[in-house]
Nanobody
Framework: EVQLVESGGGLVQPGGSLRLSCTAS????????MTWVRRAPGKGLEWVSL????????YYTDSVKGRFTISRDKAKNTMYLQMNSLKIEDSGVYYC???????WGQGTQVNVSS
């Protein structure tokens, strides 16, 4: 059974940090480019970041550049999103997905609020 399980979301004040994790099972995780996408309240899906299958290349949407860092651990079949200097507009449900959108996690909620 294919699974992508996100964790690490929560409530944080503006300027704070969170680290999201996405643990994969049931498919060849190391062969897929992986992405984080998010859905803010009342808005559509927004692509946030991508990491190549080997982990050597990463891309970010402009609004998170310099604040978020994507990474992956092949041995743990896990992808991460380190989020620093969080802003209220970063709030939403964060999903991990294969870059071709074949597999999706259930999402983890991030709330940035004072």
């Amino acid at each position: 059974e294919v699974q992508l399980v996100e964790s690490g979301g929560g409530l944080v004040q503006p300027g704070g940090s969170l680290r999201l994790s996405c643990t994969a099972s049931g498919f060849a995780f190391s062969t897929y480019d992986m992405t984080w996408v998010r859905r803010a309240p009342g808005k559509g899906l927004e692509w946030v970041s991508l990491i190549s299958s080997g982990g050597s290349t990463a891309y970010y949407t402009d609004s998170v550049k310099g604040r978020f860092t994507i990474s992956r651990d092949k041995a743990k079949n896990t992808m991460y999103l380190q989020m620093n200097s969080l802003k209220i507009e970063d709030s939403g449900v964060y999903y991990c997905t294969t870059s071709n959108a074949t597999y999706w996690g259930q999402g983890t909620q991030v709330n940035v609020s004072s």
